[in-house]
Nanobody
């Protein structure tokens, strides 16, 4: 069964940075494109970044473009999300999940139900 464990979140001031990690367990990570998702209180979950199976293609939501960077190390079965220039509106629980980066609408948002605990990012002064 696909299982991810997200970590690296925390409380930061506006303008700060964090490095989030998503560790995969129980399956070969390089078989999957992976998306980073977030859900803020009272809002729908949204995808903020996506990375292809080999890591040679990425895309980002307009709201985070230029500030977030997704990467992966398949040998370590880990996906990373570097989040810079954080804003209060980035406050959310962040998750990772397999997806198809190029499909619209995002199929994981529509059908995936194996969300883990995620990692909380809080941006506040």
């Amino acid at each position: 069964q696909l299982r991810f464990v997200e970590s690296g979140g925390g409380l930061v001031q506006p303008g700060g940075s964090l490095s989030l990690s998503c560790a995969a367990a129980g399956f070969p990570l390089d078989n999957y494109a992976i998306g980073w998702y977030r859900q803020a209180p009272g809002k729908e979950r949204e995808r903020v970044a996506c990375i292809s199976m080999r890591g040679d293609d990425t895309n980002y939501a307009d709201s985070v473009k230029g500030r977030f960077t997704v990467s992966r190390d398949n040998a370590k079965s880990t996906i990373y999300l570097r989040v810079n220039s954080l804003k209060p509106e980035d406050t959310a629980v962040y998750h990772c999940a397999p997806t198809a980066c190029s499909l619209v609408p995002d199929q994981t948002l529509l059908h995936y139900d194996l969300w883990g605990q995620g990692t909380q990012v809080t941006v506040s002064s």
